[in-house]
């Protein structure tokens, strides 16, 4: 069973950094599509960012040039650096990755951007 879990999120003043982690246990599954996912009070789910199979990167719009992922896998790892933060990123940050034909998710971590 892939078990997922985030860290690394708290309080934030707009223009700052936090870093999350994700780590990955997988049972031996190869996972790929490495995401992270966000979901604001009262608002849908939201992609943030993605690590393809291929190793390629892309971003949501709204985090484009402000938040970098990035994985280590001898240490079984997804990060988020968040940079620039508005209080607009305030939300629950969910990974998600996909092994054996399914998708798993960690129980999140809030990040809270206020002044």
């Known amino acids: 069973q892939v078990r997922l879990v985030e860290s690394g999120g708290g309080l934030a003043q707009p223009g700052g950094s936090l870093r999350l982690s994700c780590q990955i246990s997988?049972?031996?599954?190869?996972?790929?599509?490495l995401r992270w996912y966000r979901q604001a009070p009262g608002k849908e789910r939201e992609w943030v960012s993605e690590?393809?199979?291929?190793?390629?990167?892309i971003y949501g719009d709204a985090v484009k040039g402000r938040f970098t992922t990035s994985e280590d896998s001898a240490k079984a790892t997804l990060y988020l650096q968040m940079n620039m933060l508005k209080p607009e990123d305030t939300a629950v940050y969910y990974c998600?990755?996909?092994?054996?034909?399914?998708?798993?998710w960690g129980q999140g971590t809030q990040v809270t951007v206020s002044s």
């Open positions: 998600n990755v996909y092994a054996n034909y399914k998708a798993y």
């Open positions: 690590i393809q199979h291929d190793g390629s990167i």
């Open positions: 997988a049972s031996g599954l190869l996972v790929y599509n």
